[in-house]
């Protein structure tokens, strides 16, 4: 099946910093979405992005499908912004999303 | 009540005891799912149904048994689970596009389920 890879698995900002997460896929996908889980467990949908650029208020996302990854900009980011943000996809006839092990990230006020 | 609800938000039970999670979407969405969140692991896909029917069981072993009544409702039966099955069990939802599209998940806030 399709290999998902995130990095870095790790991330310390202090508050009001930028930061960038990666997604990298091994196959091409007809669906793919980010989600961020708080520290309580609960996954929000961020982007539904399988290709091209959106944007929703401080955060954007881009999928640049032919070479098989997606990136999600955080700006001016805040304490809230603190937990694990997930990468899905799925490839070919799959409907079923397949997830990345995730980006911690801990913003520091 | 909107959203996906998952009850109960933790639990405890012993390698004997029998126990159900639910999960309840008010989404009118057609498909449910069930996943498996275990410390520092990807996100397990468990089981699918799409319509009231399960259209995937990803080997998952016969101790977890779901159940699908309606296309609001999905429950996953516990019995004589191991203390390795302790995890945050996630509920998820989605409209199934008839003919291809966007298959968007919404999740519940989880259970955690802890077993002794």
């Known amino acids: 099946g399709i290999q998902v890879e995130q990095s870095p698995p790790d991330l310390i900002l202090q508050e009001g910093a930028n930061s960038t997460l990666r997604c990298n896929f091994s196959?091409?996908?007809?669906?793919l979405q980010w989600f961020h889980q708080n520290p309580w467990g609960q996954l929000i949908n961020l982007f539904y992005?399988?290709?091209g650029t959106k944007q929703n208020g401080r955060l954007s996302a881009t999928t640049v499908a032919t070479e098989r990854y997606s990136l999600l900009y955080i700006s001016s980011s805040q304490t809230t912004d603190s937990g694990v943000y997930f990468c899905?996809?799925?490839?070919?006839?799959?409907?079923?999303?397949?997830f990345g092990s995730g980006t911690q990230l801990t913003v520091l006020p | 009540e909107t959203g996906v609800t998952q009850t109960p938000r933790h639990l405890v039970m012993g390698m004997t005891n029998k126990k159900s999670l639910k999960c309840e979407q008010h989404?009118?969405?057609?498909?449910m799912y069930w996943y498996k969140q275990s410390a520092k692991k990807p996100l397990e896909l468990m089981f699918v149904y799409n319509f009231k029917e399960q259209t995937e069981n990803n080997s998952v072993p016969s101790r977890f048994s779901p159940e699908c009544p309606n296309s609001s409702h999905l429950f996953l039966h516990l019995h004589t689970l191991q203390p390795e099955d302790s995890a945050l069990y996630l509920c998820?939802?989605?409209?199934?596009?008839?003919?291809?599209?966007?298959?968007?998940?919404?999740f519940g806030a989880g259970s955690r389920l802890t077993v002794l």
């Open positions: 998820a939802s989605s409209q199934e596009p008839q003919g291809g599209g966007a298959n968007v998940l919404t």
């Open positions: 196959d091409s996908v007809n669906n």
């Open positions: 992005i399988p290709s």
């Open positions: 899905a996809v799925a490839s070919g006839s799959a409907r079923q999303l397949t």
């Open positions: 989404l009118g969405h057609n498909a």
